[in-house]
């Protein structure tokens, strides 16, 4: 299972940027405890068209599917805005597995058409034998509002870690949707939930971007520990403050907008 949240932040001319957050870890039966790894990519981000993608549920093929509808996107964006994301639960359904299965699991997809059009859906998928079964609803994302969600077997810990920290002035703000997530995941309250963060993000320009995170003073890319030159030159670190570090030592950019911490973490003993 997974803790997966996605959010959107606003600034005075709209909508500015979409952010898919996950853990990294993959477990064969949760409620046992058989956990397979921590170091599981469950993000992703087109470095071909302004898209990206988390998954949650039993994903054992989630991320071959994944893997082939990234390399189709920049054919499937000929559809018109109203039909891309049909066009993309379209050609996943046409997809065939190599190996058979038997599961379920959940697709969140966000995109943006334009600088402002950002758009964002849940596709729900069935595996059965090679065949993949696949079926959308979309999450409208409402302009000077937040938008947030989260999922899975971690959801309702983020969202209690929310409540409790409802009081501080930063509630709302990326930096607050990222700093709950993050406490939740490093908790280890959810058995199904573990590893590092790994987040993914959309901007008004460009494509999609994988984002570096540094977690308990290691740098992680894909929600594995990385060395700084095994990611792209250009990656965006940030730390569990949200805040812009470099990738070497986590050490705040200089210029970069430096973020207090989030006033109330007190619900986080109800788990530890």
Not at 41 to 50: L, N, V
Not at 127 to 139: D, E, F, Y
Not at 232 to 244: A, C, I, K, N, S
């Amino acid at each position: 299972m997974t803790t997966l949240a996605s959010w959107v932040t606003n600034d005075s001319h709209g909508i500015a940027s979409l952010y898919i957050a996950s853990d990294s870890r993959a477990s064969s039966a949760c409620e046992e405890g058989v956990v397979l790894t921590d170091e599981y990519q469950k993000t992703f981000a087109s470095q071909t068209t302004p898209d990206i993608f988390g998954i949650f549920g039993r994903v054992t093929n989630a991320q071959e599917i994944l893997f082939q509808v990234l390399l189709f996107l920049p054919e499937l964006r000929a559809a018109p805005l109203a039909d891309y994301g049909t066009a993309v639960v379209n050609h996943i359904s046409q997809l065939r597995l190599r190996n058979p299965a038997n599961e379920e699991f959940n697709i969140i997809h966000g995109y943006r058409y334009n600088a402002r059009n950002f758009r964002c859906s849940r596709i729900s998928i069935v595996v059965c034998g090679r065949r993949v079964l696949a079926s959308s609803v979309a999450l409208p994302l409402h302009n000077k509002r937040a938008f947030h969600c989260t999922w899975a077997s971690g959801g309702p810990y983020v969202e209690t870690v929310q409540r409790e920290d409802s009081e501080t002035d930063a509630r709302g703000l990326s930096r607050w949707q990222w700093q709950t997530f993050y406490d939740a995941v490093e908790s280890t309250a959810d058995p199904c939930s573990g590893g590092a963060p790994q987040l993914v993000g959309l901007y008004t320009k460009g494509n999609g971007r994988y984002l570096g995170v540094f977690f308990q003073g290691r740098p992680y890319y894909h929600g594995q520990q990385a060395a700084v030159a095994q990611a792209p030159e250009d990656t965006e670190w940030r730390d569990h403050l949200f805040q812009r570090v470099d990738g070497a030592e986590g050490q705040l950019l200089p210029g970069a907008q430096r973020h207090a911490r989030n006033e109330k973490r007190a619900v986080l003993t109800l788990y530890q």
